[in-house]
């Protein structure tokens, strides 16, 4: 029969998630439902410690996650900014003066006559023609679909964080009564030998 200590949820009990899918950490109320001997301490310390270096991992994951679409968001909303500013422009009979970017230390000037249709990068070396209708709407598309996003990651980011500080608890509660265990191992043991040795003094011959 498999070990009771080697499962980091009590069996019976499905395991539940947040929103995205993501485990809640089991909360040890009892350190008896999950060991029943010290036998299954090591394997449960084990178990518990797996599930936190999976959570510190998707945690990691998250971060960088965080990191690419707070980079991102600017750019969007800069596109989005340029298209509406466009579209304010685009029955205007002169040419609008600016100037861009070639790399990061040359700009040069324009002339932008009126317009409507744009270019946009879809990523991966590839540009599309949109008309600044279709434009915009694609890009507000893309910028709620982002914040959202950065929503839910910066949410499951606290959500990993309290699940990790729920199995750190785990561990130490698992650990301590452990060290009760031993304690009261060691009290048992010795309360026995004071027993053999007065059973080995009254049996001495003399005494």
């Not at 350190?31 to 178990?47: F, G, I, K, N, W």
């Not at 969007?76 to 685009?90: A, H, M, Y």
């Not at 700009?107 to 600044?132: C, F, Q, R």
């Not at 949410?155 to 990790?164: A, G, P, S, T």
């Amino acid at each position: 029969m498999a070990s009771k200590g080697k499962e980091a949820v009590p069996r019976g009990e499905p395991a539940a998630t947040n929103p995205r899918g993501i485990p809640y950490a089991p909360f040890v109320d009892k350190v008896e439902d999950y060991v029943t001997s010290r036998a299954d301490v090591e394997p449960t310390l084990r178990s518990f410690q797996e599930m936190i270096a999976k959570y510190q991992f998707m945690e990691q994951n998250l971060q960088r996650r965080v990191g690419g679409l707070k980079d991102k968001l600017p750019d969007i909303q800069k596109t989005l900014d340029t298209v509406r500013f466009l579209q304010l422009r685009k029955d205007d009979t002169e040419p609008i003066e600016t100037t861009f970017e070639l790399n990061e230390t040359l700009h040069v000037k324009a002339e932008i006559p009126p317009t409507d249709e744009v270019y946009l990068w879809l990523g991966a070396n590839v540009m599309l023609s949109y008309p600044i209708e279709e434009a915009e709407e694609l890009l507000s598309s893309k910028l709620n679909a982002a914040k959202t996003s950065l929503s839910n990651c910066e949410e499951d980011l606290d959500f990993l964080r309290e699940q990790v500080t729920t199995m750190e608890v785990a561990v130490a509660r698992v650990y301590n009564w452990d060290v009760v265990q031993k304690r009261k191992e060691k009290e048992d043991e010795d309360k026995q030998n004071e027993v053999r040795k007065g059973t080995e003094i009254e049996g001495t011959p003399g005494g």
